[in-house]
C-alpha cells in the first residue's frame, strides 16, 4: 500500500516534497528502484486547470523533484498528483 501524503495548497505540498528529497538524499535513496512506492497529491479548493498526473519510475529523486516543478510553476491552478512507483 503506497504513502500518502495530501496537501491543500501549493506552499505545504513544496514543503513537504522539501522534506522527502532531504530524506531521500540523506538516506541515499534517490537513485534507489526498490520498495518506494508513494503517492503525492496536491488538491486546491479552486483550480483553474485541468489535474496533473505525473508517473514516477525512474527513481524517487526523479519523480519527486517533477512534483517540485510542477508545484513551482502551477501554484494552486490544478490539482497534481505525483504516483511514485519506483519499483516498476
Known amino acids: 500500500m503506497p504513502e500518502t501524503y495530501r496537501y491543500n495548497d501549493c506552499i505545504?505540498?513544496?514543503?513537504?516534497?522539501?522534506?522527502?528529497?532531504?530524506?531521500?538524499?540523506?538516506?541515499?535513496?534517490?537513485?534507489?528502484?526498490?520498495?518506494?512506492?508513494?503517492?503525492?497529491?496536491?488538491?486546491?479548493q479552486k483550480t483553474s486547470f485541468p489535474p496533473l498526473l505525473l508517473l514516477g519510475g525512474m527513481g524517487p529523486l526523479a519523480g519527486a523533484l517533477a512534483f517540485q516543478q510542477a508545484c513551482e510553476f502551477f501554484h494552486n491552478d490544478r490539482m497534481i498528483i505525483l504516483y511514485q512507483a519506483s519499483s516498476t
Do not use: H
Open 12 to 44: 505545504s505540498a513544496k514543503l513537504g516534497i522539501s522534506f522527502y528529497i532531504s530524506q531521500l538524499k540523506q538516506t541515499k535513496r534517490s537513485c534507489d528502484q526498490e520498495g518506494l512506492c508513494d503517492l503525492f497529491v496536491l488538491s486546491p
